[in-house]
């Protein structure tokens, strides 16, 4: 059971280079379960604008001095060495009333998530220190003069000031995509549960694998802190609207126009499909999925379901099968083994959760569940901040507001019929913006309907029916690749969404020049940029390679008898390589003309080198294009430039983008595309 013999102990913040607790002795804080005091917190007399300086003039600098692949690789490592670590935290995670299952999402989540990012980084960005956004944009006829959008990080600090309910999730999912982005990040926790978060900064700075500089945590309030920002800086906010309306609005932030992305209130939906009645697989997993919704870390989700929304045939079987379960739901002490839901954060949270549910009777009567009683399993009901489950029902949705607008953090939800898809989907708008809704429902056509018209209103929807009811990740679970946040009341701010939310912590730029600089700034190779045609590039290791260095081959005449050959032996006949009269009928073509992978094929023939040398491996090719008709009596050739090298961090290996441009007798590029391959660092290659 629970270790109450733990001495509480006095939360410190990580600033300046160091470990400093705040002037006094704290304010306490209490275990959620049992009332007794875990720790004490207090940032009072820090010096909140050195912190800030800190970071931009330690921590910044040196994360950018880091390749995008190098800054991933130390988070990977943070990643596996907590995810060993992390049993320490799913005991301090007690004291916050969330059961082991509840922490699942908070700890191996968060730190799955941080783990995630740092694969998706490698895998999907460059190893460099700018990103490139988009293709080239050519300005003048002779193509001397063109643009490429940049993206470099901001030189500021990231201040991430979270909620209570996620204290490492919360964390992490930010401070991953700042650190990837080259940007320090200051973290102020929830007070409420700041211990947790603490623990798990300590044990990152203990490793010494992120610079100085790179990640500070203040436990307490932020004090002057928000005066100081500047345009630079990012300020990132998850809570209630009210606090985040008031901290957007800081004079420094706006007088600085400084990002501020906003995660509040949101009265997220779940909408039953009309298809989807008693007796069919969607409904089982709507109940399923509400009730889970509901009793998870005891409804104090940012995602969980508020409003359930269901056909009006449907709703007297959806009351009834909801209470069945949620009657049904253990409440205890979050270590008890037979308990599925525990406590809310503190007994302050409780009443307001039991103010809310008052707010939401003017309009709502309940039909499950006792806000003022709870049947515990273990615990005690004075000091514990435990609440059953509370099911109301709205009589008239179409005309209520409260139940639109009230979020009651904890295990509530409203249960509201519609009759036809269209008010469904207007009820589920009456929430004015929401971080995510789901539907269930087997029939295409409904979920076409429904979906198009939340999306709008949402930042992530979820379809559930029987074919995904196995695989699917369910309605309240932000995935790092998916994006999370909502419009309107959701806060109208963007989380994760895999390397998007990398990019928010960028600086995106338009740079127009001479390609031969704008290659330059970029490290990519564009066309008009100098070259260099020294001698084969597959001869030269990454060592010795450069952007620019290209190949201009030989011409190779295209046959009758190659187009013949190569159709009878791809098996590839179609009428345009083998009908003069049926090619000469279709639009694009005057006569037969050759298959685009034969010319992608002689492209090969043509500048590949064929011993074996530093290029290892072909993986494929980007954005290939057919664009001219190539006829029999053609003359091909092919310019190859290499545009891109990403050395790999932990390989004798690096990834090669070649420019591969196919042109015909007439200088017409008849294909275009970039090739991949491997190329080693060194060559020959180290022996093994
Ligand atoms: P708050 O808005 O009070 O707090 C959120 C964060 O802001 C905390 O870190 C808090 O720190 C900080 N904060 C509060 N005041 C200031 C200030 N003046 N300057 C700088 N930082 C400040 O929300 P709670 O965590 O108390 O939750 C209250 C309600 O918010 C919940 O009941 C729920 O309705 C909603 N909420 C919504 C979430 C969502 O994602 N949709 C998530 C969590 C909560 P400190 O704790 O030290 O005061």
């Given at each position: 059971m629970l270790d109450t013999a733990r001495e509480p102990r006095r939360l410190?913040?990580?600033?300046?280079?160091?470990?400093?607790?705040?002037?006094?002795?704290?304010k306490p804080l209490a275990h959620a379960a049992t009332g007794e005091t875990v720790a004490f917190i207090g940032s009072d007399g820090l010096d909140f604008k050195g912190a800030l300086d800190w970071g931009r003039e330690v921590g910044g600098p040196a994360l950018r001095k880091l390749t995008i692949h190098q800054r991933a690789l130390m988070l990977k490592e943070i990643g596996i060495r907590l995810?060993?670590?992390?049993?320490?935290?799913?005991?301090?995670?007690?004291?916050?009333?969330?059961?082991?299952?509840?922490?699942?999402?908070?700890?191996?989540?968060?730190?799955?998530?941080?783990?995630?990012?740092?694969?998706?980084?490698?895998?999907?960005?460059?190893?460099?220190?700018?990103?490139?956004?988009?293709?080239?944009?050519?300005?003048?006829?002779?193509?001397s003069f063109s643009a490429q959008h940049i993206l470099t990080p901001l030189q500021g600090v990231a201040i991430h000031i979270n909620a209570f309910n996620f204290p490492v999730w919360g964390m992490l999912e930010k401070i991953a995509p700042s650190l990837i982005a080259?940007?320090?990040?200051?973290?102020?926790?929830?007070?409420?549960?700041?211990?947790?978060?603490?623990?798990?900064?300590?044990?990152?700075?203990?490793?010494?694998?992120?610079?100085?500089?790179?990640?500070?945590?203040v436990c307490g309030g932020v004090g002057d802190m928000l005066d100081h920002v500047t345009g630079q800086d990012i300020v990132t906010f998850t809570g209630s609207a009210s606090t985040g309306q008031m901290l957007r609005s800081h004079p420094a932030v706006i007088a600085n126009s400084t990002r501020f992305t906003m995660e509040a209130d949101s009265l997220n939906a779940a909408i039953l499909g009309a298809d989807a009645g008693p007796g069919t697989p969607e409904f089982d997993l709507f109940v399923k999925e509400v009730v889970?919704?509901?009793?998870?870390?005891?409804?104090?989700?940012?995602?969980?379901?508020?409003?359930?929304?269901?056909?009006?045939?449907?709703e007297q079987a959806v009351i009834e099968a909801l209470s069945a379960r949620l009657g049904q739901t253990p409440v205890g002490l979050p270590d008890d083994e037979n308990v599925r839901m525990s406590a809310l954060a503190s007994l302050k949270d409780r009443d307001s959760v039991r103010d809310k549910i008052r707010a939401l009777q003017a309009e709502a009567e309940i039909v499950s569940g006792n806000p003022d009683e709870v049947n515990l399993v273990s615990g005690d009901a004075e000091t514990g901040a435990f609440l059953s489950p509370v099911l109301l029902r709205c009589d008239n949705p179409m005309g209520a507001t409260a139940v639109h607008e009230v979020e009651a953090f904890g295990p509530v939800a409203t249960v509201m019929a519609y009759g036809d898809a269209d008010e469904a989907v207007a009820l589920a708008r009456k929430g004015k913006g929401s971080l995510v809704s789901s539907l269930f429902t087997d029939e295409p056509a409904v979920a076409e309907e429904i979906i198009l018209g939340l999306a709008p209103w949402h930042g992530r929807v979820l379809i559930g029916n029987r074919a995904s009811a196995k695989s699917s990740t369910g309605h309240?679970?932000?995935?790092?690749?998916?994006?999370?946040?909502?419009?309107?009341?959701?806060?109208?701010?963007?989380?994760?969404?895999?390397?998007?939310?990398?990019?928010?912590f960028m600086q995106r730029t338009a740079v127009q020049g001479a390609p031969g600089l704008l290659s330059a700034v970029t490290g990519q190779w564009i066309d008009g940029a100098p070259v260099r045609s020294d001698r084969h590039p597959f001869r030269k290791s990454l060592a010795e390679l450069r952007i620019g260095d290209q190949i201009i081959t030989a011409a190779r005449e295209v046959t009758e008898e190659d187009v013949e050959h190569f159709a009878h032996f791809t098996g590839d006949t179609f009428y345009a390589h083998m009908d003069s009269e049926a090619a000469k009928a279709n639009p694009f073509f005057d006569d037969r003309v050759a298959h685009g992978y034969l010319i992608a094929s002689f492209a090969a023939g043509l500048f590949v080198d064929p011993a074996p040398g530093p290029v290892l491996a072909n993986y494929g090719v980007d954005n290939l294009r057919f664009l001219t008709p190539v006829y029999f009596g053609d003359s091909l050739k092919?310019?190859?430039?290499?545009?891109?090298?990403?050395?790999?961090?932990?390989?004798?290996?690096?990834?090669?983008?070649?420019?591969?441009?196919?042109?015909?007798?007439?200088?017409?590029?008849v294909a275009q595309y970039d090739v991949l391959t491997m190329v080693a660092k060194t060559w020959p290659l180290p022996a093994e």
């Open positions: 410190k913040s990580y600033v300046l280079g160091d470990w400093r607790a705040g002037e006094g002795a704290g995810m060993e670590m992390k049993d320490a935290f799913y005991d301090e995670n007690y004291a916050t009333g969330a059961t082991r299952k509840d922490g699942w999402i908070d700890i191996d989540g968060g730190i799955g998530t941080m783990l995630t990012f740092a694969s998706k980084a490698r895998r999907e960005l460059p190893n460099t220190r700018v990103l490139t956004d988009g293709a080239v944009e050519p300005l003048s006829r002779d193509g080259g940007v320090p990040c200051l973290v102020k926790p929830a007070s409420q549960t700041a211990y947790l978060t603490e623990l798990v900064v300590r044990r990152m700075l203990e490793m010494e694998i992120l610079p100085a500089g790179a990640l500070q945590l889970r919704e509901m009793t998870v870390k005891a409804g104090q989700k940012c995602t969980a379901i508020r409003r359930v929304l269901v056909p009006r045939e449907h309240g679970s932000p995935l790092a690749p998916l994006v999370h946040g909502g419009p309107g009341r959701a806060g109208g701010g963007e989380e994760m969404g895999g390397m998007r939310g990398v990019k928010h092919v310019r190859l430039t290499c545009k891109e090298i990403n050395p790999r961090e932990n390989a004798d290996h690096g990834e090669v983008r070649w420019d591969c441009r196919v042109t015909n007798q007439d200088d017409e590029v």
